[in-house]
């Protein structure tokens, strides 16, 4: 507890008055902007324990994957639930390049560039590694080794074997031109061009037990990547991670440690700024979820757009569970 000199009302509450700032103004947690209730999305025992990061790819198909073991799966709408496709009836297995390990997969995010899984470590092995891979989700194999893999192990602080990477998410260049996105490694606004090879766009990666965000750009032939921001992501630890393109929030969440929170950030002054916290929807219990995926714009019905999380415990023998956020918004 910080303890203040003795002062009058007045010179007290003056400068408080005159020094809040609109990120303090909203530190409060605000109740879930969507419906309050949840609804669950799976077949009962589907997918078990384990299923981590979530990513739209279009409207009617949904990325998932699970950290134990490293599983890639293609979930397809079938009624009021998602199941694996056709093909993908258990998943596919994950490797690293060459058909090494299995990798913990804890985010995945489908972009212009393929499907991208981020991984905390090899759960063949002890210790840290964080690593992006990215796979051709074309194959007809019943495992997938990736063709591309960034080590960012060494470029980052570190942390335990079970503390490092939970989310990834991939933001457009032209968003962050747009918005005068600054680049921390250049010190001047964000240019795609002096990245060459990146694609379109920086991959964020969520490291749990720092509570960052990292933004990289990653050189697409693999291997090579930059370090362009570093960012809070407004909690302790950071679950998952997952941009908006109709609004241009960026999310951040926390599981079960935080009692299912959320936060958005946009771009404030050249970085990205922690605007809005908000409770879980108030229906749905305190579950362990660290995956979330917002569905389209597209998809938008009666105001409302789907959204899905997954629960890495599996309570009550459902991971996937849909709820809703408003159609635009800010």
Not at 112 to 118: E, I, K, L, S, T
Not at 293 to 320: E, F, M, Q, Y
Request: hydrophobic share 40%; charged share 20%.
């Amino acid at each position: 507890m910080r303890i203040f000199p003795r002062l009058t009302a007045a010179a007290v509450l003056l400068p408080a008055l005159l020094t809040v700032s609109p990120a303090s103004a909203q530190a409060a947690t605000a109740k879930w902007p969507g419906d309050p209730a949840v609804a669950v999305a799976d077949a009962a025992g589907a997918f078990g324990e384990n299923l981590s990061g979530l990513s739209f790819d279009g409207p009617d198909v949904l990325w998932a994957v699970k950290n134990g073991p490293g599983t890639l799966y293609r979930l397809v709408r079938q009624g009021s639930v998602w199941a694996p496709d056709s093909g993908w009836s258990s998943g596919k297995k994950l490797h690293y390049g060459g058909g090494s390990g299995d990798p913990d997969a804890e985010g995945v995010v489908a972009t212009p560039d393929g499907v991208f899984a981020a991984t905390e470590r090899d759960n063949d092995e002890d210790g840290s590694l964080l690593k992006v891979l990215r796979f051709d989700t074309g194959s007809s194999a019943e495992s997938l080794n990736a063709v591309a893999e960034w080590d960012l192990t060494d470029d980052l602080p570190g942390v335990g074997d079970n503390g490092g990477f939970e989310g990834i998410t991939w933001v457009p260049d032209a968003f962050l031109t747009a918005g005068g996105f600054r680049d921390d490694h250049t010190k001047a606004p964000y240019d795609p061009a002096a990245y060459s090879g990146h694609g379109t766009g920086l991959y964020f990666v969520g490291l749990e037990d720092e509570g960052k965000i990292y933004a990289y750009a990653l050189d697409q032939s693999g291997g090579g990547f930059t370090r362009v921001a570093t960012i809070a992501s407004g909690f302790p630890n950071v679950m998952e991670l997952e941009f908006d393109p109709e609004t241009g929030n960026l999310w951040s969440v926390c599981d079960d440690t935080c009692d299912g929170k959320s936060a958005t950030l946009k771009i404030v002054d050249g970085k990205f700024a922690v605007t809005a916290t908000y409770a879980r929807p108030s229906k749905m219990p305190n579950y362990n979820n660290e995956g979330f995926a917002i569905a389209p714009p597209s998809t938008c019905a009666a105001g409302r757009k789907a959204v899905v999380w997954s629960d890495d415990a599996n309570d009550g023998g459902h991971a996937l569970r849909t709820g809703t956020l408003p159609c635009g918004g800010s």
